[in-house]
């Protein structure tokens, strides 16, 4: 993997440790197990990947993962949406 691939992969698994921490914090099991498994699962992929040299089966297990980070991408904007998480940037530029 290079450059941009190479950044979304370590953005993503940045972003669900993250995630994983602050939903551990504010009571949220659920959403810091999918955040956690996201990161894991996006991880051990790439290693996979690596090691195998870009093997069938770990080529497909890296397209699960990265479908499995879309899903969690996705799942954690509507429910920042439906909460009303991130709206204080909005109004602070009106």
Do not use: C, D
Not at 81 to 87: P, S
């Amino acid at each position: 993997m290079k450059g941009n691939q190479e950044r979304t992969s370590r953005s993503i698994i940045a972003a669900s440790v993250v995630f994983a921490r602050h939903f551990g914090a504010f009571h949220a099991p659920g959403w810091a197990t999918f955040s956690t498994l996201t990161g894991v699962t996006y991880l051990a992929a790439i290693v996979a990947l690596i090691a195998t040299a870009g093997m069938a089966w770990a080529s497909i297990f890296f397209y699960v993962a990265v479908a499995l980070g879309w899903v969690w991408l996705s799942a954690l904007a509507l429910r920042m949406r439906a909460r009303g998480e991130g709206l204080h940037l909005e109004m602070q530029q009106q």
